[in-house]
């Protein structure tokens, strides 16, 4: 199995700046063999995609919404990814939730297509 951990929510102002870390382990966890990915859920919305990374962490993807303000990235030697996050906005209020699933690629935008899922983190953007 593998667990994933989230960290580093909070409240901060629009503008501010939050960095969401996801720690990964697991016996079956083999980091250059796992995509991984960020989710939201907002109250009273669907899970929606955010960003994903490809195994060796070369190539991103980010939601329309996001891009040029958030940036994944990860650490295989630590098993954990990171989503920067830059100039939030109240709309960026939601559950952030890491997720991963065996894969090379990048390429996997919907939740439906992962495996293994975080516990999540509170991200409150104050206007």
């Known amino acids: 199995q593998v667990q994933l951990v989230e960290s580093g929510g909070g409240l901060v102002q629009a503008g501010g700046s939050l960095r969401l870390s996801c720690a990964a382990s697991?016996?079956?966890?083999?980091?250059?063999?796992?995509?991984m990915g960020w989710f939201r859920q907002a109250p009273g919305k669907e899970r929606e995609f955010v960003a994903t990374?490809?195994?060796?962490?070369?190539?991103?993807y980010y939601a329309d919404s996001v891009k040029g303000r958030f940036a994944i990235s990860r650490d295989n030697a630590k098993n954990t990814v990171y989503l920067q996050m830059n100039s939030l906005k109240p709309e960026d209020t939601a559950v952030y939730y890491c997720a991963a699933r065996p894969g090379f690629s990048g390429r996997y935008y919907g939740s439906d297509e992962y495996n293994y899922w975080g516990q999540g983190t509170q991200v409150t953007v104050s206007s």
């Open positions: 990374i490809d195994s060796n962490g070369g190539n991103t």
């Open positions: 697991g016996r079956t966890f083999s980091p250059y063999a796992m995509a």
